[in-house]
């Protein structure tokens, strides 16, 4: 059932059912993340050389990246714009209040830009690696919201990212760990643990900036520190792989 919700809920993919889940549901979603994030990561594989084969690098990118933002539902990048908007907020109240409006900020708009920029800079850069930094990227992203659940609290008293807050467990973190790991050794080598352990870190910093500004993490910032880590590993694994081969 967890891998079914986890689907749901990180793509735009249909499921053979749908019903209204119950919370402990959807905690148990946590540990199919990554699972769901190799998913995506071999589609991206599969559509990137498929279009290589036929358009140019930057053609090939740019319809790279709208893949991964359509099958995704770009719910990420709305969060990582409404988090954008947020930090225009003078009190944490404020900031949330800001961060649950339908309508995205000058902040946002041009967190998202800006974002959408890098990525698509480091696709048209891969080189070697691509169908390894393909796959990877979504992995670690999908890790990523994983330890950011596990580790922060929640800033509000509802909302859905307050039920995967609820159910996270170190059992949980820790298988979803493993399987991430798995894969990162498998994609990358040895280096993949280092692009890995480069991730946490990234997720640890904005969690903590996050954390200082909102007094917890929502459901916006866990999209944003995904969105965020898929682009670091888009350029920080490119060029780890190239150090040794």
Not at 66 to 73: A, D, K, N, R
Not at 127 to 155: H, K, N, Q, R
Request: hydrophobic content about 60%.
């Amino acid at each position: 059932m967890g891998f079914w919700i986890a689907l749901q809920f990180l793509t735009i993919i249909p499921i053979p059912f749908k019903k209204q889940w119950e919370a402990k549901d959807i905690a148990s979603s946590l540990v199919f993340f990554p699972v769901v994030g190799l998913i995506i990561g071999l589609l991206l594989f599969l559509v990137d050389w498929g279009l290589g084969e036929v358009f140019s690098t930057v053609i090939t990118a740019v319809l790279t990246l709208l893949f991964w933002v359509i099958i995704s539902g770009a719910m990420h990048l709305d969060g990582l714009a409404d988090s954008c908007d947020g930090l225009g907020g003078c009190t944490p109240e404020k900031r949330l209040e800001i961060m649950k409006s339908s309508h995205s900020g000058a902040f946002g708009v041009v967190g998202v830009c800006l974002l959408l920029l890098i990525k698509f800079a480091a696709l048209v850069s891969l080189s070697g690696w691509d169908w390894e930094t393909l796959v990877l990227a979504p992995v670690l992203g999908c890790w990523a919201m994983v330890l950011a659940i596990s580790v922060f609290p929640y800033a509000r008293k509802e909302g859905l990212g307050l039920a995967f807050k609820q159910g996270s467990t170190l059992l949980r973190w820790l298988i979803a760990s493993v399987i991430t790991l798995a894969a990162a050794i498998l994609l990358a080598g040895w280096w993949g643990i280092a692009v890995m352990a480069i991730t946490g870190l990234v997720t640890l910093l904005i969690g903590l900036f996050f954390k200082s500004r909102l007094g917890g993490l929502t459901g916006d910032t866990y999209g944003a520190i995904k969105e965020v880590n898929e682009a670091v590993t888009l350029i920080v694994t490119p060029v780890l792989l190239s150090i040794v081969f």
